[in-house]
């Protein structure tokens, strides 16, 4: 098998994990800005592209007729260039925005017809958001800071500070509790921001590329910071970046956007072994492949003369953690889940993936 016949395997749908429930699905989703914005949804105005668009009414199609669901306790990335509407459509999940149509169902209802306090308790209760730019109260200590959703929320003192504090410890900021946010580094602002949305124990913690400001080093850390907490809270995760190595490292499954329409959604292995078009393919042609596909995309069926005595391995084992198994084994490695053999992985397939690592596709 080629690499090039890899990359053409057909992507299984991108379905969420049967197992868990959904928690938002969202359907048909559209936001146009711009004065007309109401009359383009529904009529041959919405037949067309974004810039065409803009040219006959003047009216920008930010989000274009989008549609997917976000299981719970996923980590869910949006990803695109910029301007290709990531923002906007997370806005309009929890209302930042105001949705020109569509529907958002958060568990099984339409948040959408929510307003007054039904809207209000959304946004505080059930929603949490950390923005790129912290928005910390910068005459507040961190504490405060941290204990403001819950403030708002008419929680007692004593218990918004306990709360606080608790917080504070999980993301690693105990002993600065009485700091203000300018004493601290950008990271460890960010830090308070993640703990600021977590106090209010939200359903789903949204996340605008939430560490584009900070420097490469403090920005890894972060990430671990949040795999570290997703592993800990287990909350369910929509996370906005236009870096891919983000996206890939912290995404279960990745939505990708061009001009506010969806172009693909999978997981880190279907975008980067199957991608949808040439975007999708441009984008993701940098990324060493035998470090993101699992042998799943790499398996051959046994031919009747291969020894079927080799180590075992899982077809959602990363090529690169599989290598030296595979070529240390001596005879084939046998692909196999559930007790079922899938298939066969030899030397031949990973060193073309290893081979061919980083450009073609
Ligand atoms: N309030 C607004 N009024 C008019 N147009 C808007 C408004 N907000 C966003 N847009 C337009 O909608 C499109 C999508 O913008 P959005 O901010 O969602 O993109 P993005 O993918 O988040 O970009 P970035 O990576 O730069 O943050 C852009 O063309 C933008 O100019
Ligand atoms: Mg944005």
Excluded at 19 to 35: E, I, N, Y
Excluded at 331 to 341: A, I, Q, S, T
Aim: hydrophobic share 40%; charged share 25%; aromatic share 4%.
């Amino acid at each position: 098998m080629t690499v090039s016949s890899v990359t053409e395997q057909e992507s299984p749908a991108s379905v969420p994990d049967g197992d868990r429930p959904t928690v938002l699905d969202v359907r048909g989703l559209w936001k146009v800005f711009g004065q007309r914005a109401d009359r383009v949804v529904g009529t041959p105005l919405a037949e067309l592209d974004r810039a065409e668009l803009k040219r006959t009414s003047g009216c920008v199609a930010a989000v274009r007729d989008v549609s997917f669901s976000v299981c719970r306790g996923e980590v869910f990335v949006v990803m695109g260039l910029s301007g290709s509407g990531k923002s906007t459509l997370v806005r309009c999940l929890n209302r930042l925005v105001e949705p020109t149509a569509g529907e958002v169902l958060l568990d099984g209802e339409d948040v959408l017809g929510y307003a007054g306090k039904r809207l209000r308790e959304l946004r505080r209760h059930r929603f949490g958001m950390v923005f790129q730019h912290f928005g910390l109260l910068p005459h507040r200590r961190v504490l405060d800071n941290v204990a403001f959703g819950l403030e708002i929320r008419g929680v007692k003192k004593a218990d918004r500070l306990a709360r606080a504090q608790e917080v504070l410890e999980l993301v690693g900021l105990a002993g600065f509790e009485g700091s203000y946010p300018d004493q601290l580094s950008g990271g460890m602002q960010q830090r308070v921001g993640l703990a600021r949305a977590l106090a209010v124990d939200p359903e789903v913690l949204f996340f605008d590329e939430p560490f584009s400001a900070l420097d490469p080093l403090i920005r890894r850390e972060m990430q671990n910071e949040v795999i570290r907490l997703h592993h800990e809270v287990g909350k369910t995760m929509i996370f906005i970046t236009h870096d891919l190595g983000e996206a890939l490292k912290l995404g279960d499954r990745i939505l990708i956007m061009r001009d506010g329409e969806l172009v693909q959604t999978g997981t880190p292995d279907e975008v980067v072994g199957a991608p949808a078009d040439d975007y999708v393919r441009d984008f993701v042609s940098d990324v060493p492949r035998s470090d993101v596909l699992t042998l799943r995309w790499i398996m051959r069926d046994a031919a009747p003369d291969d020894p079927l005595d080799g180590p075992e391995l899982s077809p959602d084992t990363v090529i690169r953690d599989a290598a030296r198994t595979v070529l240390s084994a001596g005879r084939p490695v046998k692909v196999v889940r559930d007790g079922e053999l899938l298939g066969v992985v030899t030397p031949a397939e990973v060193l073309e993936v290893i081979a061919g690592a980083g450009g073609q596709s």
